[in-house]
């Protein structure tokens, strides 16, 4: 690796970096534990996936979605049952990459990954407001002060313009990093009071120690534990293969899901062992990396290595930096983001897909992201199949004492009732013959219609012939009955 490239990985690093701190602090109090169980978990996240993962340029960390979850667990239970959690949930991604089911992203529709994609843009977004609220002493949130608010709002905008045009006349600097400097540089110079990362919390602290989870190792533990691990491997790995898949469509280069699934799983297994809250990929900071320049490894080892330097030593200087800096950073990722084209096609796809996105957007927005994924697939699906049982039709040809039906379309759940209704047993003629060329049989449930049918001819006294199966349909339907006259396409 030449010496500019290792440059730019190295300082896209720290751009991620930078913007890891507030995000995993936050997911931290969101999930009622310690500010430094989120940073542990995003360095030791950040290096797994740079070392392990199958997606250079990627950027894991503690998650707001996983966080979410985990807060319910912490109230009622302890911290160390979230410990018991992580480590349980990192066994379960660590399996799903062992039978390799990350190709299972494949099954993911366009549609559905336009939602995603638009939805958490929207969450990024929003969730930059709360720091410009404060918690009055009846514990409701409202504005911070109109003059607080002014300052902060000048030096969001000092980093949008600095983060969105500095491209425009070099990019041999992040332009992100720039942003934040120059904010940073703005606030201290004309002695701006703000906020700044430390009024978060304190970020300051030492390497974490090995620690088995202190639960008791019991069945009522598992049953305590197992249900949040099932939810916690299913949204960090969904929400992870598809990041995965975005980066490699913006890189245009192909990438190793079930590597990436058991990078993940190995990151959550050591953060329960050393103090982490768990996470997945995060698409803020890895936009942020990619934009910044960020393709290799070293961008993610650097991400973890800066953080660790952050809690060990740069404390003082990082929790200097005024929350506005960050939040246009921010801002910027959430409008790179958001799929702009897809509102511009919306009135042009077809219906259901542009239902499919809405609904992806929406539920991800207002639940999570492994719901709204699960009822994209599910609704995709259901019209996929609708569409394709309305493709099934039948073409009847007549012959002195025989009649042919030729079969064109898919026979499958969807589509067994309507096709049933094509035939007459009562009417036809005795020999009568069902031609499969054009057709193709997809389940048990078009078996089951081709059974059902052969029998209302046989009580009729009239035999169906059935021809042009494929080898496998016909052995499945001679395993069924054996006495079905099935012919040959020569015949």
Avoid at 119 to 144: M, R, V
Avoid at 216 to 240: D, F, K, Q, S
Avoid at 433 to 444: E, K, Q
Wanted: hydrophobic share 55%.
């Amino acid at each position: 690796m030449q010496w500019n490239e290792a440059r730019r990985e190295v300082l896209a690093g720290l751009t991620a970096a930078l913007s890891l701190v507030p995000e995993v602090v936050g997911f931290a109090l969101v999930a009622h534990v310690n500010p430094l169980a989120g940073l542990y978990a995003a360095f030791i996240l950040c290096l797994a996936a740079a070392i392990w993962g199958g997606r250079p340029g990627m950027i894991s960390g503690a998650a707001g979605s996983m966080a979410v979850v985990s807060a319910g667990l912490v109230v009622q239970h302890g911290v160390e049952y979230l410990f018991a959690t992580i480590l349980l949930t990192g066994l379960l991604q660590m399996l799903f990459a062992w039978f390799r089911l990350g190709k299972l992203i494949r099954m993911v529709p366009h549609s559905v990954m336009l939602g995603f994609v638009n939805g958490l843009a929207i969450i990024i977004a929003s969730a930059q407001l709360q720091h410009f609220h404060t918690h009055s002493a009846t514990g409701s949130e409202t504005w911070i002060a109109p003059a607080n608010l002014l300052k902060m709002l000048g030096l969001v905008a000092v980093t949008v313009l600095v983060t969105v045009l500095l491209p425009r006349v070099t990019k041999a600097f992040p332009s992100a990093l720039a942003g934040i400097l120059a904010a940073t540089a703005c606030a201290l110079v004309l002695g701006v009071h703000t906020r700044t990362v430390g009024d978060l919390a304190s970020i300051h602290g030492t390497l974490p120690h090995f620690h088995l989870p202190h639960v008791p190792y019991t069945l009522t533990t598992l049953r305590i534990i197992l249900p949040y691990a099932l939810v916690l491997a299913t949204i960090g790995l969904v929400e992870t293969l598809l990041t995965l898949n975005l980066v490699d469509e913006i890189t245009d280069t192909a990438s190793r899901p079930n590597r990436e699934s058991m990078a993940q799983g190995a990151g959550n297994l050591l953060c329960a062992f050393f103090g982490g809250i768990g996470g997945c990929a995060m698409i803020g900071q890895s936009m942020i990396n990619l934009n910044a320049g960020g393709r290799k490894r070293l961008s993610g080892i650097a991400a973890g290595c800066f953080l660790v330097a952050f809690i060990l030593f740069g404390s003082n200087l990082i929790e200097r930096i005024p929350l506005a800096a960050l939040v246009g950073v921010m801002f910027v990722v959430a409008a790179e983001t958001f799929n702009w084209k897809s509102l511009r096609n919306l009135l042009r796809i077809p219906r259901h897909d542009a239902m499919v996105m809405i609904v992806v957007t929406a539920v991800t927005v207002f639940t999570n992201l492994a719901i709204a994924v699960v009822a994209g697939i599910v609704i995709a699906a259901l019209v996929f199949a609708w569409d394709h049982a309305q493709q099934l039709q039948v073409e009847i040809l007549d012959l002195p004492g025989r009649r042919t039906y030729r079969l064109r379309g898919t026979l499958f759940f969807a589509s067994a009732t309507q096709f049933t209704r094509f035939f007459r047993p009562k009417e036809d003629p005795a020999e009568v013959y069902l031609d499969f060329d054009h057709a193709r049989i997809m389940d048990s449930s078009a078996l089951e219609a081709i059974e059902t049918l052969v029998g209302r001819y046989r009580d009729q006294g009239k035999l169906l012939h059935l021809r042009g199966l494929s080898e496998n349909c016909d052995e499945l339907l001679r395993r069924k009955d054996g006495t079905w006259p099935i012919l040959s396409a020569a015949d």
